[in-house]
């Protein structure tokens, strides 16, 4: 009777031992949620498995949807069957990547974890009076605890983290020369036009970086209009010389700045539309240049400016095309250059629409001649405006030569009804050069739609994706390095060619680094262009829409590469094991054939790495004391596929000049590539549409050091934290390594360290570069999407960076220039 009246007394309580009252809708609520997540995985798992992926997903799906109608019923076996899941579910996980992959796990326990937590959690509903409200708590908490330490523990030992010992440089070595032309000053957009982006300033060293504090910030005053809010992305890195900054804004103001205190000395604004924006506006730097003798000048030189006439010039490229000469002193139009202070580079192309030809890198100044690639706005149309490379006189703004590679012996100047050849390939990103040899170095592009070959003519196959070293007084090619044959993965060079001396038998020799977006790194000689390292022809996967036009094999650098292994089933990613399942379909059904996969129509197929990199124009630091290389880079994959003229056309693709029109956008996604049998739809970073997670696990951008010596990795460690990244683009504030996309790249100290931005989580950080470890870091007002530079001023050593953001990197947009110094004394 006792009993009796204690059950009566408890709503909550059934003869039975099941709920009643409002504990049944409780549980039936997670019943529910645990078989409708049941059904999914299962009718998914089954799709997965027909297409020969892994059991895991339907075997799960029907566990939980056993547990669920259980549940409903108010069963504890419903319980039980759950935790059977989980616990397979826990064996399966570590036995697929292990328990030192912590990123890898966060789908595959994450969500079943929670689940499990809730069942726990419902216990005393299900066994009322039999298992209490405090110990279903603590197996609550005790779960959590457990998930947590695993979660800690797995992130800190992820296996992308491996160390070894830098070299420290001997007692009293010298760097040699032509280290000298950086210190106080930081004369080039590269730090030289050797472009290794190295100080021998050793004022800030991780025993003092700590200190480090903000010693100004300079706002440019140059934000998008409404118009041009989704396609900015400032990207500039200052010059330093004597006691002045120069450096141009998103839109092409140049400024000048007082280098101990930020102040504005000067600004002038060339006027630039933004009708001319191709996909982000951006001026990664500017090109100072002085009248004066050089060694190894050209036998007539070009006339020297008279004194206060522009003898000191600051010269950059706009997105509309020009090259623009201002008075260093006073920001003044150079009336002797060009007209009016400017030349157009944009004569001689025939038709231009605005947007699709622009200068977004500083040009590069050898021997007095200005020597200018341009960008060529991706994707939209074969017949799009020439990829000429020209040369202009620097005093003068005179067109000495223009190289356009299917008319070597091309005279100028051009007829009236001439043009230049359309479509050839471009650069778009900073050359380097050799002031002594009279070369500049030309990261070449693709040509104008990235992803067909088939009517590429006999120069555009040899020329493009290659390092070009041409001859600044005639203009021609020395000689060339072909890193992608007939490329259709838009693997175009973006890192400018870094210049050193590297050890042969026959001793040191003039050389240069080229990184790659595909990963590889080649030393190549940089007289001849012979690689001083080995370079092997390697089988490349065939088939595609091309086949015809597929390359049998691909060079690959036997010296280094910063691209990892092939993708997997196993690496595909998500939120939950909802979305790694449905990127894990997506993997199956795509083309992979692994590098250099064919594109396809009737399929998507899979790049990677990605066309962001391997190593984009950030390009790599170098040591020459340490003789190390820092790279960061990015590892992504893309998830592509070609479309049908007659389908991109009822979606109403067109080139800019047409339907379409617009500025910015995601460069690949739904470019027409006009003139061609095919568009192109590229998924960068290759996203789920809901969550926008990537479907490939983390890290997804690294930083490495690199013996120069011998490619020996030294160490290697994901860089960018979580903070910003998130589902459904909601930031997650996680102050947690994670390995983010990044862009822009890295200065190096002979202090010892590696001062770099460039990841999406806006923090600027300065590295250990014989630990890899960060030492100091400070969180950006907008995105650090630009190379940091260092110089001396007042008897303080600066570090400085544009936070501008960038739209394509999803960071926020800004105009701040900031300037960092250790406290004055």
């Given at each position: ?30 019943a529910l949620v645990i078989f409708l997540i049941g059904l999914v995985l299962a009718g998914g798992g089954a799709w997965l498995l027909s297409l020969g992926g892994s059991a895991y997903y339907v075997l799960a799906g029907l566990g939980l949807i056993v547990a ?758």
């Amino acid at each position: 009777m006792a009993d009796r009246r204690d059950m009566s007394a408890n709503p909550e309580r059934r003869g039975d031992g099941r709920p009643s009252g409002a504990g049944v809708w409780v549980v039936r609520a997670l019943a529910l949620v645990i078989f409708l997540i049941g059904l999914v995985l299962a009718g998914g798992g089954a799709w997965l498995l027909s297409l020969g992926g892994s059991a895991y997903y339907v075997l799960a799906g029907l566990g939980l949807i056993v547990a669920g109608v259980l549940l409903a019923r108010g069963r504890m076996s419903g319980a039980l069957v759950y935790a059977v899941v989980f616990a397979a579910t826990l064996i399966w996980a570590f036995w697929e990547v292990g328990i030192a992959n912590g990123w890898a796990l966060v789908p595959r326990l994450v969500g079943p974890l929670v689940l499990m937590m809730l069942v726990v959690a419902v216990l005393p509903l299900l066994r009322p009076g039999r298992i209490g409200w405090g110990g279903a708590l603590g197996g609550v908490v005790g779960l959590a605890v457990l998930a947590v330490v695993v979660t800690v523990i797995s992130i800190q030992a992820a296996p992308d983290r491996q160390m070894a010992a830098v070299p420290r440089p001997e007692a009293g070595s010298m760097p040699d020369p032509s280290i000298r032309e950086t210190g106080a000053d930081w004369p080039a957009y590269g730090g030289t036009y050797s472009s290794r982006r190295y100080s021998p300033l050793s004022q800030i060293t991780p025993e003092n970086v700590g200190q480090l504090q903000r010693a100004w910030l300079y706002h440019t005053g140059d934000l998008p209009s409404e118009e041009a809010k989704d396609s900015y992305g400032a990207e500039t890195t200052p010059l330093k010389i004597g006691d002045t900054l120069y450096l141009c804004s998103a839109k092409n103001i140049l400024i000048a700045l007082d280098a101990a205190t930020g102040e504005e000395r000067w600004r002038h604004d060339p006027g630039v539309e933004d009708k001319y924006i191709p996909y982000t506006a951006a001026c990664r730097g500017v090109s100072y240049f002085e009248g004066a003798d050089v060694a190894g000048a050209p036998a007539a030189p070009p006339a020297m400016p008279t004194e206060g006439d522009c003898a000191t010039r600051i010269i950059e490229g706009t997105l509309d095309g020009r090259i623009i000469a201002v008075d260093a002193e006073t920001g003044t139009p150079c009336a002797g250059f060009g007209t009016n202070g400017a030349v157009d580079i944009k004569e001689g192309m025939g038709e231009v629409v605005p947007g699709m030809v622009s200068i977004t890198s500083p040009p590069v100044i050898v021997q007095g001649v200005i020597v200018t690639g341009h960008q060529v706005l991706d994707g939209q149309k074969r017949s799009a405006p020439s990829g000429v490379i020209q040369g202009y006189d620097a005093i003068t703004g005179e067109q000495r030569w223009a190289w356009d590679m299917t008319r070597p012996d091309l005279t100028l100047p051009l007829p009236e009804d001439d043009t230049y050849t359309r479509g050839t390939p471009n650069m778009w990103t900073t050359a380097s050069g050799d002031e002594e040899l009279g070369l500049v170095y030309l990261p070449m592009g693709n040509s104008a739609v990235d992803y067909w070959s088939g009517d590429r003519s006999e120069a555009e196959n040899q020329y493009s994706t290659s390092l070009v070293a041409i001859d600044v007084n005639t203009g021609r090619p020395a000689w060339s390095f072909q890193t992608v044959h007939k490329d259709v993965w838009d693997y175009d060079l973006g890192s400018q060619a870094t210049l050193v001396d590297y050890p042969t038998a026959d001793g040191p020799v003039p050389a240069l680094i080229l990184p790659s977006k595909q990963g590889d790194i080649y030393i190549l000689n940089r007289r001849t262009g012979e690689p001083l390292t080995g370079v092997e022809e390697r089988p490349a996967p065939q088939g595609g829409v091309e086949p015809d036009e597929r390359s049998p094999t691909q060079p690959a650098s036997l010296f280094h590469t910063l691209r990892k292994s092939d993708l997997t089933e196993a690496r595909m990613w998500g939120m939950s094991p909802i979305d790694q399942m449905i990127c894990r379909i997506q993997f199956r059904q795509a083309s992979y054939k692994g590098f250099y996969t064919p594109p396809t129509t009737d399929q998507h197929w899979i790049e990677y790495p990605g066309y962001n990199g391997g190593s984009d124009w950030g390009g790599v630091a170098v040591d020459p004391l340490r003789r190390v290389i820092i790279a960061n880079y990015n590892d992504m994959p893309n998830h592509n596929i070609l479309v049908p003229r007659e389908r991109a056309d009822e979606l109403g693709w067109a080139p800019r000049s047409e339907s379409r029109g617009e500025i910015g956008g995601q460069e690949g996604a739904g470019d027409p590539q006009a003139g061609t049998p095919y568009a192109i739809n590229v998924n960068a970073g290759w996203r789920l549409p809901v969550t926008l997670l990537l479907c490939k696990e983390p890290p997804y951008g690294g930083i490495r050091a690199i013996d120069m010596d011998t490619g020996q990795t030294l160490w290697d460690r994901p860089l960018g934290e979580a903070r910003t990244n998130g589902p459904f683009g909601i930031p997650s504030m996680l102050p947690v390594t994670i390995g983010t996309p990044n862009n822009g790249g890295s200065v190096v100290t002979a202090g010892g360290l590696i001062f770099i931005a460039a990841a999406t989580d806006n923090l600027i950080r300065a590295i250990d570069m014989e630990t890899g470890e960060t030492v100091w870091q400070d969180t950006l007002p907008a995105g650090g999407q630009a190379t940091p530079m260092t110089y001396e001023a007042g008897g303080r050593q600066y570090l400085v960076i544009m936070a501008g953001g960038h739209h394509f990197m999803e960071t926020p947009i800004g105009d701040e220039l900031i300037a960092y110094a250790l406290p004055a004394q």
